[in-house]
């Protein structure tokens, strides 16, 4: 899979300098140095060899902060859909790590919010791609 959006799919596909593993928990960090809660951690190639099957890495954190979530979900319902949100951090055939994410402007017009809420965890996701040591 190309990493580059073809056309405007709403997600963002930002190149990491490190490992998946070590991207992974460099955003868990980040995520709860700034008060947000990580839900959960798929980690979805050990699923893939779990059942007999091989896939490069790839890991889905699920994260948020249920005070700023819950009522926006309130007031739009179909934003469930997308919260808590989610950041998939994989590797690509050519060996490259990604994190990608949607946007949060999409995450906006699709459900009709009167602004983006969602900047600040766009922020963090961008710091954790372009994290060097």
């Not at 190149?15 to 140095?33: G, I």
């Not at 602004?115 to 954790?128: D, N, T, V």
Request: charged share 20%; proline share 6%; hydrophobic share 45%.
């Amino acid at each position: 899979m190309d990493a580059t959006n073809q056309h405007d799919t709403g997600i963002d596909n930002l190149v990491c300098s490190h490992a998946v593993a070590e991207t992974v928990a460099h955003l868990e960090t980040l995520l709860r140095a700034q008060g947000l809660t990580v839900f959960a951690r798929l980690d979805q190639a050990a699923e893939a060899r779990a059942v007999g099957l091989s896939m490069r890495p790839m890991v889905l954190v699920i994260f948020g902060d249920p005070k700023a979530g819950t009522p926006l979900m309130q007031r739009y319902p179909s934003l469930a859909v997308d919260l808590p949100l989610k950041a998939l951090v994989w590797e690509s055939a050519d060996g490259k790590t990604w994190i990608s994410h949607n946007r949060p402007d999409f995450l906006q017009a699709r459900h009709g919010l009167e602004a983006p809420p969602f900047e600040k965890a766009g922020q963090l996701l961008k710091a954790a791609a372009q994290w060097t040591t």
